[in-house]
């Protein structure tokens, strides 16, 4: 069964400081996998995703994300977080054969002034 | 990026009633579309795959007669929770892949619906 684990609940960083939220899968063959931002009472609004090719994935916002196939992991970057970047990130990974998206837990990043 | 809508986004009602939550692909068409759930602080659960012109597919857990789906057309699905309860109370999110070529494209995302039951 594919799945993937975001293992902090949350992560505090200092504005201007850079920001890592990690994400790890589990699946069977090429992984397709996604990151989402959901802001507070709001639907999810995608960053970036990874298919094939380059692993440093750039995305919306400053994101970005680096695929690891070794470590299947797939951890959310950003070189100088924003206050504005709190919010609820989730990883996501697709079914084979289906448009399916199985979520990780998500993990809360609260950035400080 | 592509528009997905919910309405309404935001409704109360009492215990025993039903709720009928639409999601719309705005400009462009989706054949499937998803139906989730989010408790508080907590992840989303997918509740059911809805098919155009067929029956809805439910996540192993999720009574089917009790959230009812119908994707009547390639640009709305309906959620309808029928006899809702308290426990009912949830965010509700729907997402659809738009029809493209590759199937690896992202899903776009309704705002959610926030029901409360009383």
């Known amino acids: 069964a594919q799945s993937v684990a975001q293992p902090e609940d949350q992560v505090n960083v200092a504005e201007g400081n850079p920001l890592t939220v990690k994400c790890t899968y589990s699946?069977?063959?090429?992984?397709?996998l996604f990151w989402y931002v959901q802001y507070p009472n709001r639907g999810l609004q995608f960053l970036l995703k990874?298919?094939?090719?380059?692993?440093l994935v750039k995305g919306s916002y400053g994101f970005e994300a680096e695929f690891n196939k070794s470590q299947t992991s797939f951890h959310l970057k950003k070189p100088s977080a924003l206050v504005s970047d709190s919010a609820l990130y989730f990883c996501?990974?697709?079914?084979?054969?289906?448009?399916?998206?199985?979520f990780g837990t998500g993990t809360r990043l609260q950035v400080f002034p | 990026g592509a528009v997905v809508s919910q309405h309404p986004s935001w409704v109360i009602c009492k215990s025993g009633t039903s709720v009928k939550i639409e999601c719309r692909s705005l400009?462009?068409?989706?054949?499937?579309m998803f139906w989730y759930r989010q408790f508080p602080k907590q992840s989303l659960m997918l509740m059911a795959t809805?098919?155009?012109?067929?029956?809805?597919?439910?996540e192993q857990g999720v009574e089917k007669d009790k959230f009812l789906i119908n994707h009547a057309s390639l640009t709305l699905s309906t959620l309808t929770v029928t006899s809702a309860h308290p426990e009912d109370s949830s965010f509700y999110i729907c997402?659809?892949?738009?029809?493209?070529?590759?199937?690896?494209?992202?899903?776009?995302f309704g705002p959610g619906t926030r029901l409360t039951v009383l």
């Open positions: 997402s659809a892949p738009p029809q493209r070529v590759t199937s690896y494209n992202e899903q776009f």
């Open positions: 699946v069977s063959g090429n992984p397709y």
């Open positions: 990874y298919i094939t090719g380059d692993n």
């Open positions: 996501a990974v697709r079914g084979h054969n289906t448009d399916k998206l199985i």
């Open positions: 400009d462009f068409q989706a054949t499937t």
């Open positions: 809805s098919n155009e012109g067929s029956k809805a597919t439910y």
